[in-house]
Nanobody
């Protein structure tokens, strides 16, 4: 089992920046690919970004990881109201799978961008 605990959401204004964090425990963090998803009201959950165990990245915004801290980050700059959503971190042993159907999920954190 992998436990993922998120932090860093909140209310910001359009144009602001925000960094989300996701701390992992339970397994060897460096073995896992990590990802971020988001779900806006009335919409389906969508992929945001992913990072492999070796640091390869894909998606929008800036994803990074600190294996020494067992933490993955999502840096979001120039936020827009349409970025308002619940953001979820996720983990999977497979870099291809983590962006589609990850095995483990965080609890979600609300990001609200006001205009």
């Amino acid at each position: 089992q992998v436990q993922l605990v998120q932090s860093g959401g909140g209310l910001v204004q359009a144009g602001d920046s925000l960094r989300l964090s996701c701390a992992a425990s339970g397994r060897t963090f460096s073995n896992y690919a990590m990802a971020w998803f988001r779900q806006a009201p009335g919409k389906e959950r969508e992929f945001v970004a992913a990072i492999s165990w070796s640091g390869a990245v894909k998606g929008r915004f800036t994803i990074s990881r600190d294996n020494a801290k067992n933490t993955v980050y999502l840096q979001m700059n120039s936020l827009k109201p349409e970025d308002t959503a619940v953001y979820y971190c996720a983990a999977d042993l497979s870099y291809s799978t983590v962006a589609v159907a990850p095995r483990y999920w965080g609890q979600g954190t609300q990001v609200t961008v006001s205009s």
